[in-house]
């Protein structure tokens, strides 16, 4: 997709979709129910050019045309795009450094851009620490060096919130109370396998970025499981917006990730119908009675240059050995600070 902004928002949306979307909503997925809500392709490379101009009419023709085949009940599209208007202008004057520390201009940037992703299905309040937008925030803002500020004042705001609405609602009854001992910091460690492995990932758009993180998650905690790109992104990523192949293209030509070696491990995720078929096609005599063991060892034993071809082409892929140690940090540490994420969506945004 070229990135060439014109006058027009609406024109250049559509331009950025480059024909991917919906026939009816052509900005929308094509794969998904227009009612979801779901973004054809990853926008952040426009909206973060809408942010850098301070271009609220902008972003908010992007939170209406995503939001439009869903809009809600019981208002006009002339009063949606009012209120898209006031949440975009919210959105780009946002004065992050309130409760943000150490952020410079791209981190901030890339922030605004991950509050306009967001704002297509969340609203910044104390029900957002309900869902997983506090994983896709503390993917895409990994690499850089932040501070929460005036912690207590979040955490009394978070705690308050709690309180209240656990005397109505059995759910938040069951939430404990937040400590402000109890926030990690946001700032990653200073590790140079984790650096190395961040100085690649700000090179990302934000949504390939999530799909890296989302891949680095799974390959430094089950290593023993390859999987294809494609199936290692998580549905909060897909959801912001994501064009699979090209985001798995970008990932691939980091280096980060590499081509899988482990057939044993691949072999581990097919079911045993999957292996009956396989053998059948490659013409390999089978007996159904046969256990998933002794069909993956017949396999690996008469096809294994086909399985591997197969793997090849499936795209299946394993962590670079030089990045091993710097995915089990990154894992780590963006699992350690979803709870900081939490609180400032709900409390601190000042949208």
Excluded at 34 to 49: G, Q, T
Aim: aromatic fraction near 8%; charged fraction near 25%.
């Amino acid at each position: 997709m070229t990135l060439m902004l014109s006058p027009s928002p609406a024109s250049d949306l559509v331009g950025f979709a480059a024909g991917q979307g919906h026939p009816d909503y052509p900005c929308l997925s094509r794969t998904h129910a227009p009612a979801s809500c779901v973004p054809c392709a990853d926008f952040s490379p426009w909206l973060a050019e809408r942010m850098r101009r301070r271009d609220v009419d902008g972003v908010a023709e992007y939170l209406f045309r995503i939001r439009e085949a869903n809009p809600g009940l019981g208002e006009s599209p002339e009063q949606l795009r009012a209120n898209y208007a006031e949440l975009a202008k919210g959105m780009v004057n946002a004065t992050l450094d309130r409760y943000l520390g150490g952020g410079d201009e791209a981190a901030f940037l890339d922030l605004r851009v991950t509050l306009a992703l967001l704002a297509v299905h969340e609203g910044f309040s104390g029900f957002i620490m309900t869902g997983e937008a506090a994983d896709f925030v503390a993917s895409v803002m990994a690499p850089y060096a932040l501070a929460i500020c005036d912690v207590g004042n979040l955490v009394d705001e978070r705690n308050r919130f709690v309180r209240e609405m656990a005397k109505e609602m059995s759910y938040w009854a069951a939430w404990p109370v937040l400590t402000v001992e109890s926030l990690p910091p946001l700032e990653p460690r200073d590790s140079p396998e984790l650096r190395r492995l961040l100085d690649m990932l700000r090179t990302l758009p934000l949504g390939a970025r999530a799909h890296a993180v989302d891949a680095f998650r799974h390959l430094s905690a089950h290593p023993q499981v390859p999987k294809t790109l494609a199936g290692l992104s998580r549905y909060e990523t897909r959801k912001r917006g994501l064009d699979l192949a090209e985001s798995s293209r970008l990932i691939l030509a980091t280096g980060m990730v590499v081509p899988a070696s482990d057939l044993d491990g691949w072999l581990g995720t097919w079911t045993r119908r999957d292996l009956l078929g396989f053998l059948a096609q490659s013409g390999v005599g089978a007996r159904n009675s046969w256990g998933k063991e002794r069909l993956a060892e017949v396999a690996k034993t008469e096809c294994a240059e086909l399985l591997r071809t197969r793997m090849e082409a499936a795209g299946v892929v394993e962590l670079a050995p030089e990045h091993v140690e710097g995915a089990r940090q990154l894992r780590q540490h963006v699992e350690a600070v979803r709870e900081c994420w939490r609180v400032w969506l709900a409390f601190g945004t000042g949208v």
